[in-house]
């Protein structure tokens, strides 16, 4: 197989010439001698291509994915089911191919299909707008932090530990740059300790940061957090696992101020992590603080529908370095697989889901705690859960992927306060047969 | 383009009104023109405290937010809230329509800004300049 050749020999002589040099090396000329390249890369030789596929199937070969192993890991990213619609709609080449196509002239379908993931957004939420979508849950997360500090004129947040770990991360990275200080608070029984919040929370606090359901699989108690938050004119900031808010209460109707997540969930593809999108819904009176894209609804000339994006007035791209973020894009193809998820299912089809995530997690917990593995936390756990295992949990997980699963999350890295704890998630797709092998095949190794 | 004889004015085009060591502050009308539609005003919070050239407030039109900038040191002890509903008023008339009112700590500071006739030349050269 021929690699993708730009330039022929004649071009690069032509070139070489025109720049009045003998050999492309002389361009590296500045370039101390030493710590240049000496030798040929070592790459094997070309391939045909009908030996490049095969060549690569065996690698892929060598993965444990999704198709091969009955996956019951999650933490942030899940196996759930994503119907083949979903890539048909968004391999069509008007979707697929165009960059940034917001002319609204020629990119009404685009326009629209955002406007729709964005109301899909908001009465998932319970809030009053939705961006057009962030980079992942993380992104989504860290930014809502700078919107309440604008907001309140403070420049404080509290964050709990009960938080992703990654996403309470990416916040702290974020808000070092901008000055904005970070300040985490603990759980207890798997919930927000709501004592420790209280003797952190005071007026210079700009919001409370919780995640619901949170990284334990635990719901917390949004209305209260947010009853306190506001007691000290702070704002509620969640996460929440879009399918949940499927048989949640909105946590807009619970007084959340912002609500963002991770929106993989929703007719993506877990892939190695990404590319996925965040969600990022406000209320009405945030509207101006949100950034991002924001997609608007209006009529042309002639009185017809038609769509734009709007209240772009404080981006990056008009207000420089006195923009509300810098963030100055979306995640528009993975959004829209999002959208046709969210219609494709239904309110109905996405309770159905919720449901079967629900009735699943919480069978697979039986049967693990029959197998000698003790909960955690008492507290009620949507999709996700954590055990305590009778041994280390990277030796356990590695034993059952030998025998076709892929294990829960070793909390040990995050949070070594829990000894030997492991995080399950169990989405729709795990059957009955699935979950009873596993939870023999992990009670048989802990035995 | 109106430039009241009786206001000051700053180079980034504001205006004052004094009444009894209280500022007046609005935008000009040279700076509604160019900002175009006004569709949302960020007042400033009553009881701040704001030193002259800060950026105080700001306009957001359908062109771009443009930070608003105190002419004046002290305190804000009013705004004009009807400028949230209706921001457009702006548009209509800026001069009869204040966006806040600043209790001076150094009315001397009035002194030192443009007049009604520096100010035009200002706005003359600055069309120059876009042009």
């Known amino acids: 197989m021929w690699s993708y050749i730009p330039h022929t020999r004649e071009d690069k002589e032509k070139m070489c010439k025109a720049l009045g040099i003998a050999s492309i090396d002389e361009l590296f000329d500045d370039i101390p001698k030493k710590v240049r390249m000496k030798g040929d890369y070592d790459i094997p030789g070309p391939m045909t291509e009908d030996e490049l596929i095969v060549h690569m199937q065996e690698l892929a070969g060598k993965n444990s994915h999704l198709d091969s192993h009955a996956c019951f890991l999650g933490a942030g990213v899940y196996d759930h089911f994503v119907p083949s619609v979903i890539d048909a709609m968004a391999s069509r080449g008007e979707f697929y191919t165009a960059y940034t196509p917001y002319q609204p002239e020629i990119s009404q379908g685009t326009l629209q299909a955002i406007f729709e993931y964005q109301s899909m957004i908001c009465e998932l939420t319970g809030m009053y707008v939705s961006n057009a979508s962030m980079y992942d849950g993380a992104s989504s997360f860290a930014e809502s932090a700078f919107m309440a500090c604008v907001a309140t004129k403070r420049e404080k947040v509290l964050c709990s530990r009960s938080v992703n770990p990654e996403y309470r991360m990416v916040l702290k990275t974020y808000a070092h740059f901008r000055g904005v200080q970070v300040e985490e608070f603990g759980y207890k029984d798997g919930q927000v300790d709501v004592d420790d919040l209280k003797s952190k929370l005071n007026e210079e606090i700009a919001a409370v940061m919780v995640q619901s359901p949170n990284f334990f699989g635990v719901i917390e108690d949004v209305a209260s957090i947010a009853e306190l938050a506001h007691s000290k004119g702070a704002l509620l900031i969640t996460s929440a696992d879009p399918i949940s808010l499927a048989i949640l209460e909105a946590p807009g109707k619970l007084g959340a101020d912002i609500v963002t997540g991770e929106g993989q969930a929703l007719g993506n593809q877990p892939s190695f992590g990404g590319p996925h999108f965040g969600f990022l819904a406000a209320t009405e009176k945030l509207l101006r603080r949100m950034p991002g894209r924001i997609v608007g609804q209006t009529v042309d000339t002639e009185g017809r529908r038609g769509f734009v994006l709007t209240l772009q007035a404080r981006e990056q791209h008009i207000r420089r370095e006195r923009a509300t973020s810098n963030i100055c894009t979306n995640q528009s193809l993975c959004a829209l697989m999002g959208a046709v998820y969210m219609a494709t299912m239904g309110k109905e089809g996405l309770k159905e889901v919720a449901k079967l995530c629900y009735n699943k997690s919480h069978y697979a917990m039986e049967k693990l705690v029959k197998e000698g593995f003790k909960r955690a936390f008492d507290a009620p756990f949507f999709k996700e859960f954590v055990v305590i295992s009778p041994k280390p949990v990277n030796e356990l997980n590695e034993k059952l992927l030998k025998q076709g699963f892929i294990g829960g999350y070793d909390l040990s890295k995050h949070y070594p306060e829990i000894d030997k704890g492991w995080l399950i998630a169990v989405t729709e797709r795990r059957t009955k047969d699935e979950i009873d092998g596993f939870a023999s095949a992990a009670g048989g190794e802990v035995r | ?131």
Not at chain 2, 19 to 39: C, K, N, S
Not at chain 2, 45 to 50: A, F, L, M, T
Not at chain 2, 88 to 114: F, K, Q, R, T
């Open chain 2, 1 to 131: 383009m109106n430039i009241p004889e009786d206001l000051r004015y700053t180079k980034t085009h504001e205006w004052v009104r004094v009444e009894d060591g209280r500022a007046y502050v609005g935008i000009t009308d040279f700076a509604q023109e160019h900002l175009g539609d006004i569709v949302y005003v960020e007042l400033p919070e009553v009881g701040s405290e704001v030193e002259a050239g800060d950026a105080f407030c700001s306009v957001e039109s359908v062109k771009a937010a443009s930070d608003v900038y105190s002419p004046v040191s002290g305190k804000v002890i009013e705004v004009n809230g009807s400028l949230e509903d209706e921001p457009e008023l702006l548009n209509e008339d800026p001069y009869e329509n204040w966006i806040a009112v600043i209790e001076m700590s150094d009315p001397g500071e009035v002194d030192a800004l443009l007049d009604a006739e520096s100010y035009a030349k200002h706005c003359e050269e600055e069309e120059e300049e876009m042009a």
